[in-house]
């Protein structure tokens, strides 16, 4: 069994403030995705990484996939009160045919004004 | 291009009921997967179906079943309801089943057990 695990789990910050969300395995993926959710909604793509040592951007939100595509992070830059949910990680084994995605324990961010 | 469309939203049951919840797949879509979700946790895979057949189960018991229909809908039924099965339960739709796809969730069915 594949896991995932997120930290810190909780998270409250100021608004303007960074931070960095990590997400660790002993498992190797082929892919990583990270998303948010915010409360009675279902978890949104932020983006999906797939090449060890990759680093992408997504506004104030940067993502890095581990060289040894075992772990990543995102990193929020300027943190504001909309950035305020739950951040899933999920990770996909490296194997043909029918995938399971993994979800990681979640971080649960709150940005106050 | 209409999303992931689940129903109901919210429901209570009693313990030892059965309950069916639906979930309608976004258009091109041919894969359901489902999961359950606990207060403030990651969603737990539950199983996935490809082309009207399961494709893959997470660690449920058997009281946990689905379908999928031929217009790629899915239904996922659980028996004899237990107080720990209270959760959101989420549907995600994809196209394939490789682990690259990006799902696209619904908003999920809050089940209480009482």
């Known amino acids: 069994t594949q896991l995932l695990e997120q930290s810190p789990q909780f998270l409250s910050i100021q608004e303007g403030e960074n931070l960095t969300v990590y997400c660790n395995s002993s498992?190797?993926?082929?892919?990583l995705q990270w998303y948010r959710q915010e409360p009675g909604e279902g978890p949104v793509l932020l983006v999906t990484v797939v090449t060890g040592g990759e680093v992408k951007k997504l506004k104030r939100l940067t993502f890095q996939f581990g060289d040894a595509r075992k772990d990543s992070s995102l990193h929020i830059t300027a943190a504001q009160p909309g950035d305020t949910g739950l951040y899933l990680c999920?990770?996909?084994?490296?194997?043909?045919?029918?995938?399971?995605?993994?979800f990681g324990t979640g971080t649960k961010l709150q940005v106050i004004p | 291009e209409t999303g992931v469309t689940q129903s109901p939203t919210h429901l209570i049951k009693t313990r030892g009921q059965q309950v069916t919840l639906r979930c309608s797949s976004q258009?091109?879509?041919?894969?359901v997967s489902w999961y359950q979700q606990a207060l403030g946790q990651g969603p737990q895979f539950i199983f996935q179906y490809y082309r009207e057949e399961e494709n893959g189960r997470g660690n449920f018991p058997p009281r946990f079943s689905g379908l999928q229909f031929p217009n790629y809908s899915s239904e996922l039924n659980v028996n004899a309801l237990e107080l720990d099965d209270s959760a959101l339960y989420l549907c995600?739709?994809?196209?394939?089943?490789?682990?690259?796809?990006?799902?696209?969730f619904g908003s999920g069915t809050r089940l209480t057990v009482v």
């Open positions: 258009s091109g879509h041919n894969t």
């Open positions: 999920a990770g996909a084994p490296p194997a043909g045919g029918y995938q399971k995605v993994t």
């Open positions: 498992s190797v993926f082929s892919s």
């Open positions: 995600a739709s994809s196209y394939g089943t490789g682990g690259r796809l990006a799902y696209t």
